[in-house]
Every structure is written in C-alpha cells, then in structure tokens.
C-alpha cells in the first residue's frame, strides 16, 4: 500500500504530478548566465516594482558587472560567448528618460558584460555565430570589433563553421572601412579569417 501511496506522488493517469524543479528562478541566458532584477526605489525611499525587469548580469551567483540590461526581441541567449541584449543607462534628463533610464540601446556583448557592438542610427547589431557579428553592412570580428568584410544583402550563406558571400561590388561601402576585390569569401567563426575561395564570373 505504501508503493502505490509514493507512487500516487508522481503519476496520475499517466501525468508527472509532481511540478518541476526550477534550478534558476531568474532570467536565464543559457551556459550558467541569468538576468537578475534590481532593485528600484522612488524618491521616499521606498522600494517600487521593476516592471520592466532592469537587471544586473550574473554568472551563476556571481555578478558580472554593473551594467543594467534587459532582453529584447532579439537574441536573448548567449551563444559562443555572446549576447545580443538591451542596454541602459541612469538619465537625469526626463525627455531622454522612462522612469529614470535611458530608452535603451540594442547591444552585443561578451561574457564579462563588455559591450562590443551597439545600434548604429537604424541599423542593429546582430551576432551571427562564433566571433562573428554584423551592423551596417558590415560584418565584425568581435574580439576586437573591428570591420572585416562587407555583408552583402543578398548571397550570403550561413554554415554551421563558416559564412560565405558574394562579393559582387565596392560601392555603396565606406572604403575606409573596407575595400575587399570582388569574388566568393569564406569567413571562420572561430577565428574570423576571411578567405578569397572564388573568383566571380563577369
């Protein structure tokens, strides 16, 4: 009878009754990352609620910085060492502010909290795998964010090691940011190497 009794605990009609255990009640980033609200007082004082989830960066029950973030639509994960994540600043200015912080900047940033790319005009940051990223048409190593190839709008290829574009032409481009000749390139994600694989056909 004390079989069934335990039994009862975890199953009915077929269904673990028993809810599950949750290892990280805040916000998880994956690989042991989380988001952790702050803790906001009004003028008095007084602890209010964070709506919005102003958060600190930790690692386990470690902070990482003090920076204040919160995700967003995109990314949210981290992957490879990074994040694509929301930013934000105390303002003082009320035209500039929403309840004392800055509207937010969408970022990148790797896993001591260091910003590495952030949104340019209407142009967002966007991490697209290994120590790659890409903003503006370009596409970024982020170890030392520094431009490394143009994106094309079109004739790219994402693998699962490597990216490859099509080259087709320098115009429309900063030339100096970057000035690749035309042709087929190969870019690692791990180590950000930008191969000439092809030439284009005229």
Do not use: W
């Not at 690692?188 to 190497?193: G, I, K, L, N, Y």
Request: glycine share 10%; proline share 4%.
């Amino acid at each position: 009878m004390d079989f069934f009794e335990n039994l009862s605990d975890f199953y009915f009609d077929g269904i673990a009754s028993r809810p599950k255990v949750v290892n990280n009640p805040f916000e998880s980033l994956g690989n042991g990352f989380s988001l952790r609200p702050i803790e906001l007082r009004n003028k008095k004082n007084e602890i209010i609620e964070n709506k919005k989830k102003y958060s600190h960066l930790y690692k386990d029950d470690e902070k990482v910085c003090d920076s204040i973030f919160r995700k967003g639509g995109l990314g949210g994960k981290f992957k490879d060492g990074y994040c694509n994540l929301i930013h934000y600043t105390l303002e003082t200015n009320p035209k500039l502010s929403d309840n004392g912080f800055s509207f937010g900047e969408c970022v990148i940033i790797n896993e001591k909290g260091d910003i590495i790319l952030s949104r340019d005009g209407s142009s967002y940051p966007h991490h697209i795998g290994g120590h790659l990223g890409s903003l503006d048409n370009y596409i970024y190593d982020l170890r030392s964010c520094t431009v490394i190839a143009p994106l094309p709008s079109s004739g790219t290829i994402c693998g699962k090691s490597c990216i490859i574009l099509n080259h087709k032409y320098n115009f429309g481009y900063k030339k100096e940011i970057i000035d690749l000749p035309v042709g087929i390139y190969q870019i690692d994600f791990e180590t950000a190497v930008v191969t000439k694989i092809d030439e284009i056909d005229k």
